[in-house]
Protein backbone atom coordinates (compact mmCIF):
# COMPACT_ATOMS: atom_id res chain seq x y z
CA UNK A 1 0.00 0.00 0.00
CA UNK A 2 1.43 3.16 -0.90
CA UNK A 3 0.84 6.46 0.97
CA UNK A 4 1.39 10.08 -0.41
CA UNK A 5 2.02 13.17 1.82
CA UNK A 6 0.06 15.76 1.47
CA UNK A 7 -0.80 18.57 3.55
CA UNK A 8 1.87 19.25 6.72
CA UNK A 9 1.12 22.06 9.60
CA UNK A 10 2.86 20.62 11.94
CA UNK A 11 3.89 22.80 14.83
CA UNK A 12 7.55 22.96 16.46
CA UNK A 13 6.44 20.25 19.34
CA UNK A 14 4.34 18.00 17.37
CA UNK A 15 3.12 14.24 18.57
CA UNK A 16 3.35 12.41 15.27
CA UNK A 17 5.31 12.96 11.79
CA UNK A 18 4.44 12.06 8.45
CA UNK A 19 6.93 9.15 8.74
CA UNK A 20 4.90 7.83 11.69
CA UNK A 21 1.74 8.42 10.30
CA UNK A 22 2.42 6.56 6.66
CA UNK A 23 3.49 3.71 9.25
CA UNK A 24 0.30 3.78 11.23
CA UNK A 25 -1.58 3.70 8.13
CA UNK A 26 -0.05 0.84 6.70
CA UNK A 27 0.05 -1.11 10.28
CA UNK A 28 -4.12 -0.48 9.84
CA UNK A 29 -4.31 -1.68 5.97
CA UNK A 30 -6.13 -4.64 7.21
CA UNK A 31 -8.90 -2.40 8.81
CA UNK A 32 -8.66 -0.18 6.18
CA UNK A 33 -9.62 -2.31 3.60
CA UNK A 34 -12.30 -4.76 5.28
CA UNK A 35 -14.37 -1.65 7.25
CA UNK A 36 -16.01 1.21 7.01
CA UNK A 37 -13.87 4.58 6.79
CA UNK A 38 -16.13 5.43 10.49
CA UNK A 39 -14.46 2.01 11.52
CA UNK A 40 -11.12 2.91 10.20
CA UNK A 41 -11.06 6.59 11.49
CA UNK A 42 -11.84 5.33 15.27
CA UNK A 43 -8.86 2.51 14.97
CA UNK A 44 -6.60 5.19 14.14
CA UNK A 45 -7.62 7.64 16.47
CA UNK A 46 -7.27 4.93 19.28
CA UNK A 47 -3.77 4.50 18.07
CA UNK A 48 -2.89 7.58 17.91
CA UNK A 49 -4.69 8.16 21.83
CA UNK A 50 -2.35 5.96 23.03
CA UNK A 51 1.26 7.60 21.42
CA UNK A 52 0.67 10.72 23.46
CA UNK A 53 -1.83 11.59 26.15
CA UNK A 54 -1.46 15.51 26.18
CA UNK A 55 -2.66 15.62 22.82
CA UNK A 56 -6.28 15.57 21.27
CA UNK A 57 -6.58 14.10 18.09
CA UNK A 58 -8.97 14.11 15.50
CA UNK A 59 -9.37 11.64 12.75
CA UNK A 60 -11.10 12.54 9.33
CA UNK A 61 -11.32 10.13 6.63
CA UNK A 62 -12.42 11.69 2.90
CA UNK A 63 -13.29 8.65 0.57
CA UNK A 64 -13.94 9.41 -3.07
CA UNK A 65 -15.50 6.38 -5.01
CA UNK A 66 -15.75 6.71 -8.90
CA UNK A 67 -18.00 4.67 -10.63
CA UNK A 68 -16.38 1.97 -12.80
CA UNK A 69 -18.17 3.13 -15.87
CA UNK A 70 -17.08 6.55 -15.50
CA UNK A 71 -13.71 8.13 -16.98
CA UNK A 72 -12.64 10.79 -15.29
CA UNK A 73 -10.13 12.68 -12.72
CA UNK A 74 -11.12 13.14 -9.73
CA UNK A 75 -10.33 16.60 -7.90
CA UNK A 76 -11.32 17.14 -4.57
CA UNK A 77 -10.91 20.81 -2.22
CA UNK A 78 -11.22 20.50 1.32
CA UNK A 79 -10.59 23.52 3.52
CA UNK A 80 -9.84 23.36 7.00
CA UNK A 81 -9.47 26.66 9.62
CA UNK A 82 -8.52 26.93 13.06
CA UNK A 83 -7.70 29.22 15.84
CA UNK A 84 -4.99 26.94 18.01
CA UNK A 85 -1.43 27.47 19.05
CA UNK A 86 0.98 27.29 16.44
CA UNK A 87 3.65 26.00 18.78
CA UNK A 88 1.78 22.99 19.82
CA UNK A 89 -1.32 22.22 17.77
CA UNK A 90 -1.32 21.39 14.12
CA UNK A 91 -2.53 18.61 11.32
CA UNK A 92 -0.89 16.61 8.82
CA UNK A 93 -2.94 14.79 5.51
CA UNK A 94 -2.37 11.78 3.49
CA UNK A 95 -3.74 10.24 0.48
CA UNK A 96 -3.93 6.17 0.63
CA UNK A 97 -4.74 5.71 -3.39
CA UNK A 98 -7.03 2.80 -4.32
CA UNK A 99 -10.37 2.20 -4.76
CA UNK A 100 -11.76 4.21 -3.28
CA UNK A 101 -9.48 7.02 -3.21
CA UNK A 102 -9.48 7.75 0.67
CA UNK A 103 -7.61 10.98 2.20
CA UNK A 104 -6.68 10.90 6.26
CA UNK A 105 -6.17 13.99 7.71
CA UNK A 106 -5.14 14.10 11.83
CA UNK A 107 -5.30 16.89 13.65
CA UNK A 108 -3.90 17.58 17.40
CA UNK A 109 -4.94 19.72 19.95
CA UNK A 110 -2.49 20.30 23.19
CA UNK A 111 -4.37 19.83 25.89
CA UNK A 112 -1.98 19.43 29.25
Known sequence: MSVEIGTQLQSKE???DAEYLAGLVQQNASVESSSSSNQWAQSIA?????K??????LVLVTEAQIPGDLDADLSLKSSVAAVWDSEKDGS???QIPGEPVRVLTVFWVYAN
Open 46 to 50: ETLSK
Open 52 to 57: DSRYKF
Open 92 to 94: LTV
Open 14 to 16: TPI
